[in-house]
């Protein structure tokens, strides 16, 4: 019987008993919340509705939707709050509106965002392949020693193990967002592609961090330090600091 490891600190949250708390605690600090989801949200049913309001003027869409982007960056400045989330909001605006503006077509908005599922999709599944999951990042960066060792994460098996069942979470969101967008996209179905990519956005990450949730809820894998993939590594350079001491 394995007796679990003392509590893990983290200078950004409380002490962790397993793997689960310290996970939950990681993606809580990672997510932008609902105001993050606002400020990825407003820009594109303001290209919609500008779009509608308009007769379909693609360059006025595009230039209302920027607008609004900058606008709620402007915010986040002057009330001195993180710019993290919004600036994501501002580029995702940028490039879909070139790419609106390059094609002349409104539903080329929304092209990015379903290359960027795509390649989501395929990262996800790769890295759940090769044992380093996607989630396990997420949870790395959170990590007040990551600067450091940025892949400590993974000499933790319990960490990676539940890690690669959370990324199986993310692939099932990026397989539903492609199954209802890229059908929208083929058939110009502009407004349907407006509501559906607010839809999957952060309700479908709601949705999909409820489930990662219960998972965590329900799970109590304890922390288990050095005995993980890489932790090879980790020993080796132990044995060789023993080395040099005994040398």
Avoid: N
């Amino acid at each position: 019987m394995t007796t679990p490891a003392p509590s893990a600190p983290d200078a950004h949250g409380p002490r962790a008993e397993t793997v689960e708390a310290l996970i939950r605690h990681r993606l809580s600090v990672a997510l932008g919340g609902w105001r993050g989801s606002v400020e990825t949200a407003l820009p594109t049913v303001v290209f919609v509705l500008a779009w509608s309001v308009t007769d379909h003027d693609v360059r006025t869409a595009a230039i209302a939707a920027i607008g609004v982007a900058l606008v709620l960056a402007a915010v986040r400045v002057v009330q001195r709050s993180s710019l993290q989330h919004v600036l994501g909001a501002v580029f995702a605006t940028a490039i879909a509106a070139f790419f609106a503006l390059r094609s002349g077509q409104a539903e080329d908005a929304f092209l990015p965002g379903i290359l960027t599922s795509a390649a989501f999709l395929v990262a996800s599944l790769v890295s759940i392949a090769t044992r380093w999951p996607f989630v396990g990042f997420i949870v790395g960066a959170g990590d007040p020693r990551a600067q450091e060792d940025p892949f400590g994460w993974r000499r933790d098996r319990g960490l990676v193990r539940v890690c690669t069942r959370l990324t199986w979470v993310l692939v099932a969101i990026y397989v539903v967002r492609l199954a209802i967008m890229v059908p929208l996209y083929l058939g110009s179905h502009v407004t349907l592609l407006g509501a559906a990519k607010i839809a999957l956005g952060w309700p479908l990450w709601v949705a999909g961090l409820a489930v990662m949730g219960w998972m965590l809820v329900s799970g109590h894998t304890p922390l288990e330090p050095g005995e993980g993939p890489g932790a090879e590594d980790e020993q080796d350079e132990s044995d060789a600091k023993v080395t040099d001491r005994e040398a």
